[in-house]
């Protein structure tokens, strides 16, 4: 079945430091993907997507790429800031009848100053 | 335009009790679907709602079950409550494309 996979965390850096969290996915027909951030005690905000393969999502700093020969969709960020302390979800978008979106277990991200 | 509302945002229950959860989409979206996170299990996909009519369902026990009114706003109820049932409840909604918005979610507890 369709899955997403992305990196264990937690994941400590220091401010400044450059971020990847990598993901990638199984799904039959042509997904759509996605990054959310869900801060403490809130629900999950869309961060980036992508609808098909070489689009690159970008926003607020961080991009991911539509990787269809390797099914990766990793998230970059060159500098990274205290307030992007949060934990990072990847997902994939899938029209099954209706739209499913399956997401990974979610990467827990620590910045230190 | 107002985002997902979802209500109440917390709850406490005793094992054995049921459970009614409101989700308000945004305006003009007639998909809703529920996820249930842990911190063990993550993020679970429960079912997905579209014009009052289930279209998705993730692999949960009959006591979950859902519904949607004509409005869009979506209904989610637990039924026989276990303690295992404790976690955060979100619900997302969408229009036609495949972008999900999501509430603040329902912290419910049970003890």
């Known amino acids: 079945g369709d899955s997403v996979t992305q990196m264990e965390g937690p994941v400590t850096l220091s401010e400044e430091a450059f971020l990847t969290i990598n993901c990638t996915y199984t799904?039959?027909?042509?997904?759509?993907l996605f990054w959310y951030v869900q801060y403490p005690g809130e629900g999950l905000q869309l961060l980036l997507k992508?609808?098909?393969?070489?689009d690159k999502g970008s926003n607020k700093g961080f991009e991911a790429t539509y990787r269809k020969e390797t099914t990766s969709f990793h998230l970059e960020k060159g500098s990274v800031q205290v307030s992007d302390s949060a934990v990072y979800f990847c997902?994939?978008?899938?029209?099954?009848?209706?739209?499913?979106?399956?997401f990974g277990a979610g990467t827990r991200l620590f910045v230190k100053a | 335009k107002a985002g997902v509302t979802q209500t109440p945002r917390y709850l406490i229950k005793t094992r054995g009790q049921q459970v009614t959860l409101s989700c308000s989409p945004i305006?003009?979206?007639?998909?809703v679907s529920w996820y249930q996170q842990t911190p063990g299990q993550g993020l679970q996909f429960l079912f997905e709602?579209?014009?009052?009519?289930?279209?998705n369902k993730g692999n949960f026990p009959g006591r979950f079950s859902g519904r949607q009114f004509s409005n869009s706003r979506s209904e989610m109820n637990v039924s026989t409550l276990e303690l295992g049932d404790s976690a955060l409840y979100l619900c997302?909604?969408?229009?036609?494309?495949?972008?999900?918005?999501f509430g603040q979610g329902t912290r419910l507890t049970v003890v």
């Open positions: 997302a909604s969408s229009s036609e494309v495949t972008e999900a918005f």
């Open positions: 799904a039959t027909g042509y997904p759509s």
């Open positions: 992508a609808t098909k393969a070489d």
């Open positions: 997902a994939l978008s899938v029209r099954q009848g209706g739209f499913k979106t399956i």
């Open positions: 305006s003009g979206h007639r998909s």
């Open positions: 709602y579209f014009s009052e009519t289930q279209r």
